[in-house]
Structure formats: C-alpha cells, structure tokens
C-alpha cells in the first residue's frame, strides 16, 4: 500500500485555555491553523474570537489562515440543505467552494503541518472529521485527529469507533465492505452533527 502523500491534522479547541492549546499544537509541531468554523467567534471562549486567536498564533510563531466560508459546516449555498434546513455532507462535498477549500488545504499540506481546527472537542461530533477528513483521506492525504488530552488518533482509529458506535464490524461482514459500513455510519452520525438552521424553503 502507497504511503500518503502528506498528511493533515485536525482539533477542536473545546473550552481549552489559549495556554493549553498552544501547547497541543506545540507538541504536534503544527506551523499553520486552518480555521473552518463557519463563524469564528466563541461567546464562551473569547479566547478563541478570530482576531485573539490569530493574534497569539502569530505571537507564537504559528501562522493562520481562515477558511470557513469555504470548508465551514454551516455554508451559505442553499442547495448544501435539505427540505428541513440540516446541512448535507454529500452535497457540501460537492459544492465548488468546499472543492476549491480542499485544493488549498492540500497545497498547504505540501508546504507545511496543517490543523484543522474546529470547536468540538470530539472529532466524531464535528464535520472536520464526518466531511473534510473523509474527502482528504480519498485523496490519499494521511489524517490524524488531536484529542483534548493530547494524543493522537488516526483517521482509520475514529472510523473504528464510530463502527463500534453503530455495532457495525470493523472489517466488513459477508455483505457489505468496511468502506460501505463507514459510508452508512457517517451517514448516521451526519444526522446528529450536522448543523440544522432555517429550512431553505423560508425566505
């Protein structure tokens, strides 16, 4: 099997003091945070608001750049929506912003380490696992999730456990691959995560 070709990681900041996050990223030796919340701002965790965030990345030697309104979950294209106003992956997947988003993600990973970064703290709730990382991983970029507590975990880690969320076999069963169970899994845990807003069907 062909290794990777480069390899992106992903983290959600979660309540994190700006201390403790710097050090994640510190100990990952990430140089550039991609940010692909849809707005991003933290009523909760100020420390996080885009402008003090960029600030003390820049402070610490690590640059930013903002790309939610290309890879954020919550985007401003009607058609990423279903009839009751929750975002659908498949469709985000394909809309032409998002595909230019993971053009760029993946120029950047050629360059230099790359995160990701999302607010949940669990990979399996949020779309920089359940979308971006899936389309990143088909496009043979390796993918590693930083935890809250520090670790690491592969993309192929999350996927098992979120088959063993849903009871599916790791490897497959006699009638559908482990690819096929993912897909159905994502698919399952879209339903939760995914943002539901206004249904598009309201002006």
């Known amino acids: 099997m062909s290794q990777p ?3 992106v990681f992903t983290i959600g900041h979660s309540n994190h003091a700006a201390g403790v996050f710097l050090e994640l990223l510190f100990r990952h030796e990430i140089e550039e945070v991609v940010d692909v919340r849809s707005s991003p701002h933290s009523r909760y965790n100020p420390q996080f608001n885009r402008k003090t965030l960029q600030a003390a990345l820049s402070e610490a030697g690590i640059g930013y750049v903002f790309m939610g309104a290309e890879l954020g979950g919550r985007p ?3 058609l990423c929506y279903d009839s009751h106003g929750r975002v659908q992956y498949d469709r985000l997947a394909e809309a032409e912003a998002f595909r230019e988003g993971v053009r760029q993600v993946i120029r950047r990973a050629g360059e230099r380490h790359v995160v990701l970064m999302c607010s949940e ?8 696992t359940l979308l971006i990382a ?4 088909a496009r043979d970029l390796g993918i590693g999730h930083i935890l809250a507590d520090g670790g690491l975990e592969s993309h192929a880690a999350a996927m098992d456990r979120l088959l063993d969320k849903f009871n599916q076999p790791r490897d497959g ?3 559908r691959s482990r ?9 399952r845990q879209a339903q939760r995560a995914a943002y539901v807003g206004r249904s598009p069907s309201i002006v």
């Open 5 to 7: 070709r480069s390899s």
């Open 76 to 78: 401003a294209d009607r």
């Open 121 to 128: 703290k669990e990979p399996l709730d949020c779309h920089r």
């Open 134 to 137: 899936r389309v990143l991983t």
């Open 173 to 175: 069963n006699l009638f």
């Open 179 to 187: 690819e096929q169970l993912i897909a159905d899994a994502v698919s």
